[in-house]
């Protein structure tokens, strides 16, 4: 008798565990509503205005997540979207459809942004819930499925779905895929869905793979009426004379020399204009800031570039004031749309990634690798001063943490090594009062006869992969890390191992012809 109410009690326990569990798992549950990118929600409130059955999305949280790519140009009261190759504005300065302005945000009109973002971009219940989509997969249930709140069966129920329902799938975890039926987002248990296709969208512009460049600038320090002694070596395939100088009277200095181009276009080489800045902050800063400016600045660098007929546009523009990072991005993006449409190889040159706001920090190196079709990574100049430690301008180590950081920061298949022909002569003087330090840049054939002329042995650096020298004359120590055809091959290595796209030569004028023959004997293998 005992068994028996025993098997009575424990059957109903067993239908209680059952209705529990039962009805543990099938709780429903309510989404939160809120602003979806790539099935996470970043915001729940304040995010979008609608007015007239439009909807407006805050202008921050679209450029923030690169839902956009674009320019808040405050100073003329314009937002630049650039999409696809091509540049629109709003101007908020008048009253438009376009936007609105509410509690000193910007809110944009999602009819206008939705041509011109990568993003798939959907609205359910009057705004309450917003999905803007670039990766996921799309799926099928091979069954009845159920979306639920968590990654547990006992989770909430958010939605059941049907069999052969097609549901977006955004990432897996474990057993669980987070997937998305309309407005319904949750998780979904893995076996009872099978994926049917990959919609992953790259939210950048697509980046060339261009040909290996040997390239070398040449520089001009004012207008040449001929000259006098050409330096043409076999293995160049691009001259880039330093002949357009940022003016505030004429936009570009220009010193443009018939016989000069000619010479090289004779010869099989292209020509790519180089376009700098003076290294003018405040001349820099009077071009970019101002929105009229800025664009007569692009138009009158095509406008150069054709006339003289350009393979392409070199863009040099170093020492800006840090605040104007920004509005050098976005000249560099107008530059190129309009370099693309001409025609005209766009490449912008760079400085290895260091502290310094004005040399390295103004450069946005991410956004200039997608709106160049090459990025010349400026890897020299490591030291420049005693202030900054004496040593080598471009020892081995410190230029391949250059190209590694940059290849990091840009994806870039593009990047072309800037290698220098030149390199500081050291000199610490011990006075009686106190040791003063100075340095002298000197070309390689200056170097060369600086170190012969003073018998100053030479060893090899093994460290920075360089010959070295020093010598004591008088109260005075010289010190110099040589660059020579050695430092030259561990560079083309380099540039080999990391799948550059060649190197660039600083500069064309202080060239040897050692230094050439080595460029064409690692050219070939």
């Known amino acids: 008798m005992k068994i028996k109410k025993v098997i009575i009690f424990a059957l109903i326990l067993l239908v209680i ?15 939160v509503g809120g602003f979806y990118l790539n099935g996470e929600n970043l915001l729940k409130d304040n995010y979008v205005l609608v007015e007239r059955d439009n909807y407006f999305i ?7 997540t ?12 314009y937002i630049q979207i650039f999409y696809k190759n091509s540049l629109y504005e709003i101007n908020y300065n008048i009253e438009s459809n376009t936007y609105i302005r509410e509690n000193e945000k910007i809110y944009i009109n999602l009819n206008y942004i939705k041509s011109k973002t990568n993003y798939n971009i959907e609205i359910y219940e009057k705004g309450e819930y917003i999905f803007a989509d670039s990766i996921y997969n799309l799926g099928k249930t091979i069954e009845s499925s159920k979306i639920r709140e968590d990654k547990y069966v006992t989770s909430g129920i958010i939605k059941k779905i049907e069999k052969n329902q097609e549901i977006k799938i955004y990432n897996l975890d474990n057993e669980w895929a987070l997937a998305r039926l309309e407005n319904n987002l949750g998780y979904v248990y893995l076996e009872e869905i099978k994926t049917i296709s990959n919609q992953a969208t790259k939210n950048i512009n697509s980046i060339n793979t261009n040909e290996n460049k040997i390239v070398a600038w040449d520089l001009f320090n004012r207008k040449a009426d001929t000259i006098a002694n050409y330096v043409y070596y076999s293995s160049l395939d691009v001259i880039a004379p330093t002949w357009h100088s940022l003016d505030k009277e004429e936009f570009f200095t220009d010193w443009y020399l018939e016989e000069y181009y000619n010479y090289y276009k004779n010869r099989n080489v292209f020509v790519w204009g180089v376009f700098s800045n003076s290294f003018d902050r405040d001349l820099t800063s009077y071009y970019l800031r101002d929105r009229i400016r800025r664009k007569q600045s692009v138009e009158k660098i095509v406008e150069i570039s054709k006339k003289y007929n350009y393979d392409g546009i070199n863009l040099d523009f170093e020492n800006l004031h840090y605040e104007d990072k920004d509005y050098l991005t976005a000249f560099i993006k107008e530059l190129y749309i309009e370099a693309l ?4 190889v766009f490449s912008v040159d760079v400085t290895a990634v260091s502290k310094s706001q004005n040399w390295s920090l103004i450069y946005d190196r991410e956004e200039i690798g997608k709106y160049s079709d090459y990025l010349a990574l400026m890897a020299y100049d490591a030291t420049t001063s005693p202030e900054q430690g004496i040593g080598p301008i471009a020892s081995l180590p410190w230029v391949e943490n250059a190209v590694i ?9 593009s990047i072309i090594l ?7 002569l050291w000199e610490i ?10 340095t002298t840049a000197l070309r390689v054939k200056s170097a060369q006869s600086f170190v012969e002329d003073n018998n100053i042995p030479i060893i090899f650096d093994n460290k920075v992969k360089q010959n070295y020298g020093e010598k004591k004359i008088g109260n005075t120590t010289y010190k110099i890390w040589i660059e020579d055809d050695l430092s ?7 540039a080999k191992d990391y799948n550059l796209k060649g190197i660039a030569i600083w500069a064309l004028d202080y060239s040897t012809d050692e230094l050439w023959l080595k460029i064409h004997k690692r050219n070939k293998k």
């Open 17 to 31: 565990l059952i209705g529990v569990m039962s009805f543990a798992t099938n709780q429903s549950a309510d989404m």
């Open 58 to 64: 805050d202008y921050e949280l679209l450029s923030d």
């Open 418 to 424: 800037g290698v220098p022909f030149y390199t500081r």
């Open 488 to 494: 030259l091959e561990y560079r083309i290595d380099l």
């Open 429 to 438: 003087i011990e006075n009686e009062d106190a040791t003063y330090y100075d």
């Open 405 to 413: 950081e940059l290849k990091e920061i840009t994806q870039s298949n």
């Open 341 to 344: 449409k001409n025609n005209l």
């Open 66 to 77: 690169n839902i956009i790519d674009s320019f808040n140009d405050t100073d003329s009261g």
